[in-house]
């Protein structure tokens, strides 16, 4: 038999081949994955922001001026289009705020100022420990000074970080 006339790959030769492909499609789909984690954290500081403008138009628009109250512990979810109470009509075309991850909000018992919270699915990014911005959550509650103290209770995973506002600043 003449080996220089056989035409085509050995065994080992497409084992190699396979091997390297299951290996760069496994790479791409690892940081696919991270990207679609960092978008949805996004959408869910969006829907934070959205939630801040229609509670900012709510207070205005209220006679005396406070923000929907919702004060029992731990906040109430927001799910879907069940936003705090009345600010439906406020929030552009009905926006639905679906997730799968915990997001609160809270209330002073007076109305006078108010937090909310979204859990995000990075533990990546910087904290801080006043102001809006993305808090680490451990024991699955923290404090938010929000004219008076506000403590959201069970948001999320006992550790991770959620992306918190409130108001009046």
């Known amino acids: 038999m003449n080996l220089k006339a056989r035409k085509g790959f050995t065994l080992i030769e497409l084992l190699v081949v396979i091997a390297i492909i299951g290996i760069l499609a496994a790479l791409i789909i690892v940081s696919l994955a991270g990207a679609r984690g960092k978008a949805q954290d996004t959408q869910r500081k969006n829907n934070a922001r959205n939630l801040d ?8 628009d209220q006679n005396p001026q406070v923000y929907p109250i919702h004060d029992t512990a731990g906040g109430t979810t927001i799910v879907a289009t069940t936003v705090p109470s009345g600010l439906t009509a406020y ?8 997730s799968s991850l915990a997001h609160k909000y809270i209330s002073t018992a007076t109305g006078d100022s ?10 990546t990014e910087s904290t801080v420990s006043t102001g809006n911005g993305v808090y680490g959550v451990t024991g699955a509650t923290f404090a ?4 008076n103290s506000l403590v959201l209770t069970g ?7 959620a992306f918190v506002t409130y108001g009046p600043q």
Request: glycine residues 14%.
């Open 114 to 123: 108010y937090a909310q919270a979204w859990e995000l699915e990075s533990d």
């Open 53 to 60: 403008t229609a509670l900012a138009q709510y207070f205005l």
């Open 155 to 161: 948001i999320g995973t006992a550790v991770g970080n």
């Open 144 to 147: 938010v000074t929000a004219g």
């Open 91 to 98: 929030l552009t075309g009905g926006a639905a705020f679906n």
